[in-house]
């Protein structure tokens, strides 16, 4: 039930989870199939291929999965599924698709039709011609953005407390228009700066000052090499496809799930995963997204490991990557050896990152050491007596204290200018998932 | 030098009219010249410089991840049992919003010698009230325990005695349930706070708390009842009268009997059914007796409901059935009264009596409802009598109202109990009546072990025929329930 998007997709899919309302079920391999008779007079063509974990159901939920496949999937974990029914032309043309899906490594669809060449051509030329217009828009915002950041330092901060969920909206609105909406969600972060108490002019004036370097450094694009050009963009806002990203040369290592975290604004849903890669020893985080809701379709689970590839966005050093081609998948790994180190050393692995991303939040470092609570505050301090404030929500830090039990063991988390958020810890080979 | 506060305290006021000096900044931070500044955008003058020089302090700043003060705990003791297994362990926490079923699962978990891990008790702390730490103490484990003396669960609390939960509480309604429970542990220790809170509080509040030495009343109580019962408040008389005329012996027990025998005459007749005569003359104080001074139907009605049924043969030589049927067909209806009397003692054969009256009730255009049973009296009925009168009141479609007389049976429940339970909801449900959530939850807590398959598979049943949208929802719920509580007692019992 872990696939299932939310409890009440669970709780339907329950509900389905009898004989009664299917019929023609069947299995072969790894998949299975079967219609599902609701209330209308046409049972919905349900297919499911447990191995790649696909599913296609012909209702028009847009829950995914929907109850339709959760109670297939729950009748077949149950031993309740009648096997008996023959392959149906739906299931098959369903079992097609994922091979021709496996087969395919040019990212593109796998029955795509070739294009007419003078319309690919004008279809291009329109792509050129969007894509200078925004940079354009971008430009004309980014120079708004600057004129009222000097604005604000000129006439003073202090307006900015007066009313706070106002004072950047007009600007952050204007951000949306020019097209550079990763800005215009920074500036709407600003109010809850402002009302961070003690010391927030300082905090305040820290992300003006990032968003102040971003606008110069926007300004200079062309001048800045092209890893940090890519950088600058896409605090901007601007997104790589995945389609582009699937065309990027891919990382393939076996990739263990060491974070998750979920995180919703403005009603759209994310999910982060973190990786580390046994052979390359790289870090990756990996975003889902959603709406409205529905769950999150991914393969990774917390804990797990994946032979996969991974197409990493431009970034300095890369971090973000789009999940590509799943060779294989391994479960729980048992023989994880990642010893962790100072907090020293993780402290330099952040400078770096910062020296050459200067709006990065955080870097996934491994850390060996020994969790606490004193005074309301949870700490971690390193086998050479260094500590660093524990950064996150209250039951991942209780549970990693209760789980580590004042031993010290590798932490793995994101570190940050204000500490480490943790996210999992090692033990005996295994990677604990908070 | 001109640090970043320097910057922000410029910034704050507006450096239009806050001068700052950008000729102090320290060497490693560059900023341009007014006049050779470029790339930028927007007016000149010190806000560019300043917003150039804040951002360089402003990564310098980020870049050093803020320290923190070294500490390693002591470790905690080694586990002295093993933790539930993952599956059942994820059981526990979808039952953690229910107390009723956290209980029954923290006792199964305890009886097979395990604990709940640290990842398990957060989840089921997570979002709970302040006694759910209590609950899962006994399960907790030496790692649970040693994250509770370390404050990792803010806002929870240990398990309180009873004394402790009188000193603390404030709430009248808290007050009088920590009285009543330090009554049923210790009835003197009991009995020596309320006498120290007696003498302090007001008599309202000495009226509210003395009914909670009806929990173990005993002749010990008879000084302290009696001092309140000369006392001139009348609310703290009133209380001590009711509790002393339980107390055989008492001089108000006496003196109700004395009045029973006064004012209660049998007159035998030959070949004829003897008949009572009501009369005598009501005490002086009768207020403060809490009698009826005018009529003496009334006032021998009001000492019928304080003698104990058991003395009736004694001062009348009738038996109280027989006082019943004379009183009726005296013209009055006793029926009130002696439903008082048998519950203040507890008679069963008198509560027996009364719950099998006719519960018809005249109403208008609607000759064939019934009133509820009623469940305190019922309380007092041996199980099987209990367990029939539910079950019919179940079948019995006279009967509007069946759900609550669940209440009044233990668990576990029957079978019997439950099958009629949920016939009725087959038959009711669909049309829109059928119980409540809280008569589900009656239900579910207080089936059986031994009937928690039976009850899923009746419940599956219902749910996959599919009518009766209005109750589809709690049926789920209740099919859920069920399962997680059978999936407990398979593996833990």
Redesign the interface.
């Known amino acids: 039930m872990e696939v299932a998007p939310d409890a009440s997709s669970r709780?339907a899919g329950?509900?389905l989870a009898?004989p009664?309302p299917w019929s023609g079920t069947g299995t072969q391999g790894a998949l299975l199939w079967g219609e599902c008779h609701g209330s209308g007079s046409t049972p919905y063509q349900v297919t499911v291929d447990v191995a790649a974990r696909r599913w296609k159901c012909s209702c028009p939920s847009r829950k995914f999965p929907c109850k339709h496949v959760l109670g297939l999937l729950l009748l077949w974990a149950d031993a309740r599924l009648d096997e008996s029914g023959t392959l149906t032309d739906f299931a098959e043309r369903f079992a097609r698709s994922g091979a021709a899906r496996r087969k395919s490594d040019d990212g593109s669809p796998a029955d795509a039709v070739p294009e007419d060449p003078a319309a690919a051509q004008a279809r291009r030329r329109g792509a050129e011609q969007r894509a200078a217009r925004r940079e354009e828009r971008v430009s004309e915002g980014?120079?708004e953005l600057?004129?009222w950041?000097?604005?604000?330092?000129?006439?003073?901060?202090?307006a900015a407390s007066r009313d706070p969920e106002q004072w950047a909206e007009q600007v952050a609105a204007r951000m949306v228009d020019a097209q550079a909406p990763a800005v215009a969600s920074a500036l709407r972060r600003l109010p809850r700066v402002v009302r961070s108490g003690d010391g927030w002019?300082?905090r305040l004036?820290?992300e003006?000052?990032?968003l102040?370097?971003l606008?110069?450094a926007w300004?200079?694009a062309a001048e800045l090499d092209e890893d940090l050009a890519a950088v600058v963009r896409r605090r901007v806002g601007f997104t790589v496809t995945t389609e582009e990203l699937l065309r990027v040369p891919p990382v393939r290592d076996r990739w263990t799930v060491v974070g998750l975290r979920d995180t919703e604004e403005d009603r759209l849903s994310t999910r982060t995963l973190w990786l580390r890669g046994r052979s390359t020893g790289r870090w990756a985080s990996v975003h889902y997204y959603s709406r409205g809701g529905e769950g999150f379709a991914t393969p990774l689970r917390r804990g797990e490991e994946v032979d996969a590839d991974l197409h990493f966005h431009p970034g300095r050093p890369p971090l973000r990557a789009a999940l590509g081609t799943v060779h294989a998948e391994h479960g729980r790994p048992a023989d994880c050896t990642w010893p962790g180190g100072t907090?020293a050393r993780?402290?330099a692995q952040?400078?770096e990152t910062?020296?050459r991303d200067?709006w990065s939040d955080g870097w996934p470092v491994v850390v060996r050491g020994?969790v606490?609570?004193?005074g309301?505050?949870f700490?971690l301090?390193d086998d050479d007596?260094?500590?660093?404030?524990l950064l996150g929500r209250w039951?991942g830090l209780?549970?990693l204290?209760?789980?580590t039990?004042?031993?010290s063991l590798p932490v793995v988390g994101e570190?940050?200018?204000?500490?480490l958020t943790p996210t999992a810890f090692l033990e005996d080979g295994t990677v604990v998932v908070l | 030098m001109t640090g970043f506060p320097d910057l922000a305290v410029a910034a704050t006021l507006g450096c239009a009219s806050r001068r700052v000096d950008l000729a102090g900044l320290p060497g490693e931070i560059s900023v341009p010249g007014e006049d050779a500044r470029a790339g930028g955008a927007g007016a000149g003058g010190p806000a560019p410089r300043l917003l150039d020089a804040a951002a360089q302090y402003a990564t310098a700043r980020r870049a050093r991840v803020r320290p923190a003060a070294p500490s390693r705990p002591e470790a905690p003791p080694p586990e002295t049992r093993p933790a539930v297994p993952p599956r059942l362990a994820g059981v526990v926490q979808r039952l953690a919003g229910d107390p009723e079923l956290l209980s029954e699962a923290v006792r199964l978990v305890a009886a097979r010698g395990l604990r709940l891990s640290p990842s398990t008790l957060v989840r089921c702390l997570e979002g709970a009230d302040e006694d759910r730490w209590a609950v899962l103490e006994p399960v907790a484990g030496q790692a649970g325990a040693w994250l509770f003396a370390k404050g990792a669960f803010p806002g929870q609390r240990p398990r309180l005695s009873a004394q402790e939960r009188w000193a603390r509480a404030t709430e009248p309604e808290a007050r009088t349930a920590a009285l009543r429970a330090l009554r049923a542990a210790d009835p003197a220790l009991g009995r020596e706070l309320l006498e120290q809170e007696l003498a302090v509080v007001r008599p309202r509040e000495r009226a509210a708390l003395l009914p909670a030495l009806e929990v173990g009343l005993g002749p010990e109580d008879l000084p302290l009842l009696t001092g309140q019962w000369e006392g001139r408040a009348a609310g703290p008389r009133a209380a001590a009268r009711d509790l002393l005329a339980r107390l055989p012996g008492s001089a108000v027990a006496r003196q109700h009997e004395a009045w029973a025998a006064e004012w209660i005459t049998v007159q035998r007749r030959l070949a004829r059914s003897p008949r009572l005569v009501l009369g005598g003359e009501g005490p002086p104080d009768a207020e403060r007796w809490g009698i009826p001074r005018d009529s003496a139907p009334a006032r021998v009605l009001q000492v019928v409901s304080r003698v104990p049924p058991d003395s009736w043969p004694r001062i009348l030589g009738l038996d109280v059935l027989e006082l019943a049927a004379l009183l009726e067909a005296a013209g009055t209806d006793p029926w009130p009264h002696l439903r008082t009397a048998a519950l203040t003692f507890r008679h069963r054969r008198l509560a027996s009596v009364i719950v099998h009256r006719p519960r018809q009730v005249r109403r208008a255009g609607d000759r064939s409802a019934v009133r509820p049973l009623d469940q305190d009296l019922l309380r007092l009925l041996e199980r099987p009598e209990q367990e029939r009168l539910v079950a019919q009141a179940l079948r019995s479609p006279e009967d509007r109202w069946p759900w609550d007389a669940v209440a009044a049976l233990a668990a576990p429940l029957p079978a019997a109990v439950w099958r009629a339970w949920l016939e009725r909801l087959v038959r009711e449900a669909p049309t829109g009546g059928g119980p409540t959530a809280a008569h589900w939850r009656m239900l579910l807590h207080r089936v059986g072990p031994a009937d928690l398959t039976a009850v899923g598979a009746a419940l599956r049943e219902l749910t996959a025929r599919g009518d009766g949208a209005a109750w589809r929802t709690p049926l789920h719920r209740a099919v859920e329930t069920l399962t997680l509580r059978s999936a407990l007692h398979e593996e833990l019992s």
Do not use: K
């Open positions: 709780a329950r509900r009898v009664g980014m120079a600057e004129r950041l000097q604005d604000q330092v000129s006439s003073g901060l202090a002019n300082e004036l820290e003006l000052a990032r102040h370097l606008a110069r300004a200079r907090l993780a402290r952040w400078r910062l020296a200067p020994t606490d609570l004193v309301g505050c700490v301090t007596g260094d500590a660093v404030a039951p209780v549970e204290l209760g789980l039990a004042a031993r570190i940050g200018p204000d500490g």
